[in-house]
């Protein structure tokens, strides 16, 4: 690996991370229980560029809701 080099999951800042809330908070409107909400849009994080939006979050984690 690159140094210095950080895997776009890796470069979440705060405003992401409320993305990532929301993201979370969408999945659990939808009716998914906490524990899959979370555990799915911690999987998408690994699959969304850091400049993802919300709704590129939430569609990665419902793709990743399949496999929770």
Known sequence: PLRGHVPAAR?????????LADARS??????FPP???DAAVS?????????ASLEDIVREALR???RV
């Open 11 to 19: 470069q979440f800042d705060r405003e992401s991370g409320e993305l």
């Open 26 to 31: 969408a999945l659990r409107t939808l009716g």
């Open 35 to 37: 524990r899959v909400a």
């Open 43 to 51: 999987k998408a994080r690994a699959h969304v560029c850091a400049s």
């Open 64 to 66: 990743q809701c399949r």
